[in-house]
């Protein structure tokens, strides 16, 4: 939005695509030659499978979250969930077909690290923007950010257009044992190492390319940012779900959001950004077409 606006583009919004698709369909073969910056982000696999479980399998689909639904859920072959599945990571993020990934597993992830231009860590989520922010010379004003959706909340409403209470995640004593079990570690192994090679690789962008002082004092105004954006326009900003669940969700153009719950608060946090001089050289973006964010 402000980078469209800052290089007198002919749009409303920079050409971006972000998507749950495979990168395999959406990017086939893709390099870092194109004239395109790729990059994602990767949670620790056990984390990752506990929150799609209640996030979906408990939330959505009203399953009981037992220790046998659980194993049911993330081991049972019928299941059709491609997020449940061995080697999720491989599958997912490769630019490549996945059925080269057996026999040549160690090629395929270096395949993997190389495809992408960034590649961030939810774990280090403040970490992986302000790194993302300096490789993409961007000001800090263009990354602050309001968590949308998370346990105990609300989604977004994108799911039978209604509004659906989070259940709040939890690791039962049966869970933890699933999740040492050897079964299960083969299950994520290669997600594990997908997620370990990203942290690596944040670290090394870090200490090499961004400089660790310059990079440490970034993060200290960007998290202090963070945490007055929090308190101030978390209180009045207007997402797509209420806090009654059941209901359906707002129209677009009755949220403080860009695209259904995505970009939410911006207005707030462009005034914060203006109050405490993030934008560098550049400015605020101005909108001159208050309707050029809904969806047509």
């Known amino acids: ?4 606006n800052r290089k007198n583009k002919d749009f409303d919004l920079c050409k971006t695509r972000f998507d749950h698709a495979s990168a395999s369909t959406t ?3 893709r390099t870092k030659s194109e004239r395109s910056f790729m990059w994602t982000i990767v949670r620790d ?5 506990v929150s799609w479980y209640f996030h979906f399998i408990v939330t959505r689909d009203k399953l009981e979250p037992t220790d046998d639904n659980f194993r049911r859920t993330i081991f049972q072959k019928e299941n059709s ?12 993020l490769s630019t490549q077909p996945f059925d080269l990934f057996e026999g040549n597993e160690s090629h395929f992830i270096n395949q993997i690290m190389d495809s992408y231009d960034f590649i961030g860590v939810s774990e280090r989520l403040d970490e992986s ?9 961007i000001p800090l004003a263009d990354v602050l950010y309001l968590s949308a959706k998370g346990s105990g909340g609300f989604d977004e409403g994108g799911h039978a257009g209604t509004c659906f209470y989070i259940v709040p995640s939890f690791v039962s004593p049966g869970m933890r044992r699933i ?10 192994h290669w997600d594990h190492v997908i997620h370990q090679a990203a942290n690596r690789s944040l670290d090394l962008t870090i200490d090499t390319k961004l400089g660790r002082e310059k990079f440490e004092k970034r993060l200290a105004i960007f998290q202090k940012t963070q945490k007055r954006a929090k308190e101030l326009c978390l209180p009045q900003t207007t997402f797509p779900c209420a806090t009654d669940g ?13 695209w259904k719950d995505s970009g939410c608060g ?30 047509a």
């Open 1 to 4: 939005r402000n980078e469209a």
């Open 27 to 29: 990017y086939p073969n």
């Open 45 to 49: 696999p056990t984390d990752r499978l």
């Open 81 to 92: 969930y491609i997020a449940r599945m061995p080697n999720y990571y491989p599958r997912y």
């Open 129 to 137: 923007i302000v790194a993302l922010s300096m490789l993409m010379n």
């Open 179 to 188: 999740m040492e079990s050897g079964r299960f570690q083969k299950h994520i």
């Open 246 to 258: 059941g209901k359906r969700p707002r129209k677009e153009d009755e949220t403080d959001c860009l």
């Open 266 to 295: 911006y207005k707030c946090l462009d005034r914060i950004a203006t109050e405490l001089d993030l934008w560098g050289t550049s400015g605020p973006f101005k909108n001159t077409r208050p309707d050029a964010f809904r969806q």
